[in-house]
């Protein structure tokens, strides 16, 4: 895991080591710091979840050890030292940390913390999603390779219980309406949305588990984002392509693709006016909400300075043409086309 400085577009040589794959990363509350820095988490194939300080990432202040496989999803909660972790193992589990931050650093080994509850037995596959209800933070929500849709007290890790004709008991929405794995999972304004692997996005209704509104894609959703703010969905799929799509006015309907991944958008997240994706093309991209929603130039976006590139890029590609053939009008060979048409490609590509 590594941190990035968004002002340089640069990430710092320090990293953090895990022994294989990082997978999910979090950022602690702004309070919990030690010696002014912010605390975060990188969860890994190798099992764990390491904490460490945003300052000084190559030294490891915690581990968290439980799981028996990769752990896939991280969630931190937003006010209180808690942290939740999903696996390929099944499990969900419920970590605490020391109340003071700085007890962290209080020796020179990192600490070892067991979880404080595991959840087994419901999910019948991997956890590969998770999130807190955006309203109180009372409510875990949980998703995965089976497809289903769970609930969890966010204190005690108890299932949480649901009344009503739609529910038996416990909150859960089973396998059915997604047909296979669930990809991510986010909370917005009282709805749940979910993105899936069998090309849709479904917007919840919490209090009867029915889907609201159904988003059809082309290929598997990996990643979903709601701004009920300006009233769009943000969606991530896994050729790349990031959809925005307007949903607040009865006719849900894409007003915006872009273009700017290579492969597989592995994460959306927003923050203040700018929201984040990250993809398995090694970069993370940052894009002004007002920019993208705002832009009147057509259904596919572009930022500018992506667009300056293209443009210089068909310029040298013009002007080498015309060298090559001596400022003649005349046709090209057959492999001159060909060359030509590759060199255009790569263009489109970018």
Known sequence: ARVADLKTSECKKAVVKHTGPATAVAVMPGSYKVSGSRIALSASWDKTVKVWSVDNPQRTLAVLSGHS???????????????????????????????????????????????????????????????????????????????????????????????????????????GQHKTNISDIKSAEGGLW?????????????????????????????????????????????????????????????????HAHTDDVTCLRIAGRYFYSSSLDDTLRVWAVEDVVGFSGGLEYMPAELAALKAQAAEQLSASSLNKLGGSASALTEEEERELAELMSDIDDM
């Open 69 to 175: 496989d990769f752990v896939k999803c991280l969630v931190v909660h937003p006010t209180l030292p808690l942290v939740y972790t999903g696996s390929s193992d099944k499990t969900i589990l419920f970590w605490r940390l020391p109340q003071l931050a700085e007890e962290l650093s209080e020796s020179e080994e990192p600490m070892v913390i067991r979880p404080f509850k595991t959840v087994k037995g419901q999910h019948t596959g991997q956890i590969y999603t998770m999130c807190l209800d955006r309203e109180t933070a009372g409510v875990l929500f949980s998703a995965g390779s089976d497809a289903s849709i769970r609930a969890w007290n966010a204190m005690d890790g108890s299932p949480l219980v649901a009344d009503g004709a739609a529910f038996d008991g416990e909150w859960v929405i089973p396998r």
């Open 194 to 258: 979910t993105a899936s692997v069998d090309k849709t996005v479904i917007s919840w209704d919490i209090e009867t588990g029915k889907a609201d509104i159904v988003l059809e894609h082309s290929t598997a959703v990996t990643a979903v984002l709601p701004i009920p703010q300006v009233g769009v969905v943000i969606t991530g799929v896994r050729d790349g392509v990031i959809y925005v799509w307007r949903v607040n006015d009865g006719s849900p309907r894409v007003i915006r693709e872009i």
